[in-house]
């Protein structure tokens, strides 16, 4: 009736500019990465970094968190793992909104097509994070918010094809699937 349509109008006016996904771009200059190998899921001294490492370190790069572990800072004493190699230029794009995992399978295309460009990156990572209160979680389950409201998961893509995937919860919350 009348209150439906009105509705409509109300949320054509006001909300739809508010699901389009805010995209941003940034270029990160020396970036201190860590050494990986695609088979090597543990890491080995000297030779590759571990998934856990890895995973650490992106949440430094994503939170700008200085990686130099200067004794004078008082926000992070947090250091690259070992062995690292600088990278002149990474690139980091963030997209920001509601979007549906027709579009995540997209982007993960998107990103392995990357690779047949000569001379690029030997892996990039795809991060996918809820909404710290985000009212659902994986299966079932509402989404516990008691401490960090962690709900994500990280592709790592190597040259090979090759992937890695990382899944982060909450304690509160089930497990994926």
Known sequence: GAEGSTLMSYFSKNQIQALKPKITFSTLRDLQC???????????????????ELFEWLGAVLNQVSLDSKSSSFLSTYCCP???????????????GFI?????????????????????????TLTVHGFADSPVSWRESEH????????LYNFVIFRNLDYWLQMAVGAHDDCPP
């Not at 027709?102 to 990156?121: D, G, M, V």
């Open 82 to 96: 070992e062995p690292n190699t600088v990278v002149e230029k990474a690139f980091l794009c963030t997209i920001t």
């Open 34 to 52: 860590p050494v990986l190998q695609s088979n090597n899921l543990q890491g080995k001294p000297e030779e590759s970094c571990s998934t856990e």
């Open 100 to 124: 549906i995992p027709e579009k995540i399978i997209q982007l993960l295309e998107q990103l392995c097509c990357y690779f047949s460009e000569p001379k690029l990156a030997y892996w990039l």
């Open 144 to 151: 516990g918010f008691h401490k960090g409201g962690e709900n």
